[in-house]
């Protein structure tokens, strides 16, 4: 089973403050993606990141696929309360559609 | 508007009776997936469909049965269910892979199920 890690767990910052979400596994993938969740709802895709060192950028967010293509890095540079919600890596393997979820990361942002 | 719809959000039952969660879909993706979502855990696949009458068996499977007689439903019957089941319930579709491209996931609002 493959599994994914996601660090920290829960994440409680300050409006306009950087952070560093992670998403490790021991298992390489062909492409990873990232979700995010709000409550009631379901997860959203936020990006596809599918080579390895690959850097995408969507707005205030920055997405990292590491060299290996066993981890990933989010980064959110000057939080908003809009950034709030549940994130989601995910880890794919090339031609099947079976997806692998990690853990979660928690993040709240306070005004 | 296309989309994918769950139904019921939110259902209580007792152990060992038997519940289906409904999910339809309007972009005729041919693959579906029902997750579970549990905290710790994230989100686990139960079963997914590639197509309609076509089925496999995801991480957590026991306990659980589906069917896809229609490429736009794919119910997931818990047939006596137990308290360990209690959880948000999670469908999703999507196109197939492109070759080794993978496609994304569209997923439902979820149903909330409390097995007492």
Redesign the interface.
């Known amino acids: 089973?493959q599994l994914?890690e996601?660090s920290p767990?829960f994440l409680s910052i300050q409006e306009g403050e950087n952070l560093t979400v992670y998403c490790n596994s021991s298992s390489v993938f062909?492409?990873l993606?990232w979700y995010r969740q709000e409550p009631?709802?379901?997860?959203?895709?936020l990006v596809?990141v599918?080579t390895g060192g690959e850097v995408k950028k969507l707005k205030r967010l920055t997405f990292q696929f590491g060299d290996a293509r066993k981890d990933s890095s989010l980064h959110i540079t000057a939080a908003q309360p809009g950034d709030t919600g549940l994130y989601?890596c995910a880890g794919?393997t090339?031609?099947?559609?079976?997806?692998?979820?990690?853990?979660?990361t928690k993040l709240q942002v306070i005004p | 508007d296309a989309g994918i719809t769950q139904s019921p959000r939110y259902k209580i039952t007792e152990t060992g009776r038997q519940v289906t969660l409904m999910c339809h879909q309007t972009w005729s993706h041919s693959y579906m997936f029902w997750y579970r979502q549990d905290l710790g855990h994230g989100l686990r696949l139960i079963y997914y469909s590639a197509a309609a009458d076509i089925t496999d068996k995801g991480e957590v499977p026991d306990g659980y049965v589906v069917s896809r007689s229609k490429t736009e439903n794919f119910p997931l019957t818990l047939e006596s269910a137990t308290r360990s089941q209690t959880s948000v319930y999670f469908c999703a579709s999507s196109d197939p892979p492109t070759g080794y491209s993978n496609q994304p996931q569209h997923f439902g609002d979820g149903t909330r199920l409390s097995i007492l």
Do not use: A, D, I, R
Request: aromatic share 8%.
């Open positions: 089973t994914l996601q767990q062909s492409s993606q009631g709802e379901g997860p959203v895709l596809t599918v989601l794919l090339g031609g099947y559609q079976k997806v692998t979820f990690g853990t979660g």
